[in-house]
Structure formats: structure tokens, C-alpha cells
């Protein structure tokens, strides 16, 4: 199965209609924290129209080949964590929700430092069976679009950015 490709243009449009509902909602979120590597430019986009403060972890579930690590280890984290996150309303950010085992980790170990709420925004939500759940304390959970179980690939992970828009285009033509 080829994977789907998206353009910069249609994340940048995506991520404008999330921050919209988030704006509109009653949550009011004070920090983004964004899961990285995907959720980086999701979150920088969201910042610019929510004009929040972004923070930053890295989480994997992949080895560089792909392969599925049996659980989502820490690779880089927020220092000084619970100074910047307690007692704050958190928007946490990434580029998709596959399995949910990633986010789950995440939302746990951010819940651990007291946050006064949390909130998800994914670009997109894979349609499948998940491994893991969001859990209750999480007050919202937007996606951008849903998506059928497929492989993404990103703009920012395109070795050439004009087959990427190339194959983003084969891709709107075929809608």
C-alpha cells in the first residue's frame, strides 16, 4: 500500500482549523506542549494562532527502521517540568494518533506533575483499534482529520520536497 502524502499547504490549513475549535471551545489552554518529532511543527503552527508558549518532549515508539518498540520510551524532556506545567492547562499536540500508546504515555507522565488541565489536538486520528487510551482528566481531544489505517508520510520527513508535493497532489486529484 502506497502511503498518503500531505503538502505543507494542507497541514498549515488543517492545524488553522484546529486551533479555531480549540479558540472557540470553553478550555482556554495556557502552555502547548508538543510530542516530538511529529508534533513539532503542528505545535509551532497552532502557536501562531493561539500565541501560547510552546514546550517540548520527544517520546518514541519506532526504531529508525520502524520497528515498534513494546513501549513509548522518554528521549528528551521538559526541564524543570513541574515549575512550567503545574497548575497550568496544557494543550498537548502531535501529528497523529496511531496506536495511542505514545499519546497515553505522555498524558500520564504530564498528569503526574499536576497540571490544572489537559487538552489533545492531533493533525490526524488514525480509524483503528487503539493499544492505548486518553485518559478521563483529559477535557478535550480535536483532531484535524481522520484517516483510514494507512501509512503518512509527512512533508517534514521528505527527503524531496517536490515528489512530496507531487504525491500530495495524485492524492487530492484522486478525492
Known amino acids: 500500500m502506497e502511503p498518503i ?16 475549535r480549540v479558540a472557540a471551545s470553553d478550555y482556554n489552554p495556557e502552555v502547548i506542549v508538543a510530542i516530538g518529532s511529529g508534533g513539532y511543527i503542528p505545535a509551532r503552527i497552532i502557536k501562531t494562532f493561539l500565541g501560547l508558549p510552546i514546550y517540548t518532549v520527544g517520546i518514541s515508539l519506532y526504531l529508525e527502521d520502524h520497528t515498534t518498540l513494546p513501549n513509548p520510551k522518554k528521549i528528551q524532556w521538559i526541564d524543570e517540568v513541574e515549575q512550567k506545567l503545574q ?14 500508546t505514545t499519546l497515553e504515555y505522555c498524558i500520564r507522565e504530564l498528569l503526574a506533575h499536576d497540571p490544572a488541565a489537559m ?5 490526524h486520528n488514525k480509524n483503528k483499534l487503539k493499544r492505548g ?21 509527512y512533508p517534514w520527513d521528505a527527503d524531496d520536497i517536490d515528489a ?9 486529484l484522486a478525492i
Open 5 to 20: 502524502a500531505f503538502s505543507y499547504n494542507e497541514i498549515h490549513k488543517t492545524v488553522q482549523d484546529l486551533a479555531q
Open 87 to 100: 497548575g497550568r492547562r496544557i494543550l498537548l499536540v502531535d501529528e497523529v494518533d496511531d496506536s495511542r
Open 119 to 123: 487538552a489533545v489536538a492531533v493533525l
Open 133 to 153: 487510551t486518553i485518559p478521563a482528566e483529559v477535557e478535550h481531544y480535536w483532531v484535524g482529520r481522520e484517516l483510514d489505517d494507512i501509512w503518512v508520510k
Open 164 to 172: 512530496q508535493d507531487e504525491a500530495a497532489k495524485r492524492k487530492l
